[in-house]
Structures are given as structure tokens and as C-alpha cells.
């Protein structure tokens, strides 16, 4: 087993990553909306260990719906594509950086308002051999 990831997500109104490892976000914290929902983030921190930098660390961000199944929005022309985003994450370590420091890495999905039923929705991020979950409430 690897050297575990610092993973921290978070429910916001908007986000975004810039490639040093800084977040932007806007309306943090929430974890209760209506439906159709706001515009809606999720916002990934992840402090990557000095060991793991220079590796390629594959990751997926889902959205589960109340049954734990991958939600599927319809497309203008009705064709259903799940909600989740996959990459892979790979930190450098700049030159004179102290042997032990961590590194900043950073993911945001942004989405569209949904029109999501009522009940517990779970954003999933699979990284590397880790799970990291963070869940809102859609009130009926």
C-alpha cells in the first residue's frame, strides 16, 4: 500500500484549480439544497507526500444518487451520460524544495443546476487506492 493522500472535498457554489495547487471557491460549505439544484461545485484539496511526487496518480470524481448508482444527466438531444470526472494527477518537485515537504495538487468539477429527486447524493472521489466521500441532502 502507498503512502495515503491528504484529501479534503468540498460543496461549493462555484470552483476552480489553477496547476500550482491553488483553489478558488465561492459559497463554501453547504450540504442542503433544493431541486432543480444550484449551480454547484466540488471542490478537491489534496496534499500530495513528498515520497509520491513525480507519480501518477489516477483519480475519478462521481456523483452517486440516493441508491449509491452513478447519476446520469440527459444531453439536449435526450442521450444519458453519467456525471463524473476522470484524470490523473502528477506533482513535481520544484528545485530546492526541502526533502519531506508535501505538495499541493487541486481538482474542481463545476455542474450545471440538476434536477435531482429528493434524498442523499454522495460525491465519490476514487484516487489512487483511496476513497474520499462528501454527501448533501435534496429536500423534497
Known amino acids: 500500500m502507498s503512502i495515503p493522500l491528504g484529501v479534503k472535498l468540498i460543496l461549493c457554489d462555484a470552483a476552480s484549480a489553477d496547476g500550482s495547487g491553488k483553489l478558488s471557491m465561492l459559497g463554501a460549505g453547504w450540504s442542503i439544497t433544493g431541486s432543480p439544484t444550484a449551480q454547484q461545485a466540488v471542490a ?3 496534499r500530495i507526500p513528498w515520497e509520491r511526487a513525480n507519480e501518477k496518480i489516477p483519480f475519478s470524481l462521481q456523483l ?3 441508491e449509491g448508482e452513478l447519476v446520469e444527466l ?3 438531444e435526450g442521450t444519458p451520460i453519467p456525471l ?11 528545485p ?6 508535501s505538495l499541493a495538487a487541486s481538482v474542481a468539477l463545476n455542474v450545471s443546476p440538476m434536477p435531482l429527486a429528493p434524498g442523499t447524493y454522495t460525491w465519490r472521489l476514487q484516487i489512487g487506492d ?3 466521500v462528501e454527501s448533501f441532502l435534496v429536500r423534497g
Open 44 to 46: 478537491v484539496m489534496i
Open 130 to 132: 483511496q476513497t474520499e
Open 96 to 101: 530546492g524544495l526541502p526533502a519531506g515537504t
Open 64 to 66: 452517486l444518487d440516493p
Open 84 to 94: 463524473r470526472q476522470d484524470g490523473e494527477i502528477e506533482v513535481g518537485r520544484p
Open 74 to 76: 440527459a444531453t439536449l
